[in-house]
């Protein structure tokens, strides 16, 4: 299993950022797929989740301002961020699993300036 994530950068408080992650290795339409993020010292908390019918559960924190998203044509999960606050900093990991396993992609990192 691969997943690759991009779309990271830095962007100023109030900008947007989209970030995508390409899967392969998995039947993608029938995996749920999540975005979450890591903050050095940190836990690593989930952001967002979509299950292979488009439903979608979102952090608290980030309610109203993410969005997820998915293309099963392209086998690549997307995360929308309007909004972005300093304290969306972080690396942002792409995660699935497969046969029960977890599966992690390397990370992107948001760094948002005040």
């Known amino acids: 299993v691969q997943l690759q994530a991009s779309g990271g950068g830095l962007v100023q408080a109030g900008g947007s950022l989209r970030l995508s992650c390409v899967s392969r290795?998995?039947?993608?339409?029938?995996?749920?797929m999540a975005w979450y993020r890591q903050d050095p010292g940190k836990e690593r908390e989930l952001v967002a989740h979509i299950t292979s019918g488009h439903n979608r559960t979102y952090a608290d924190s980030v309610k109203g301002r993410f969005t997820i998203s998915r293309d099963n044509v392209r086998n690549t999960v997307y995360l929308q961020m309007n909004s972005l606050k300093p304290e969306d900093t972080a690396t942002y990991y792409c995660y699935t699993t497969r046969g029960g396993l977890p599966y992690w992609g390397k990370g992107t990192q948001v760094t948002v300036s005040s």
């Open positions: 290795g998995i039947v993608f339409r029938l995996n749920s």
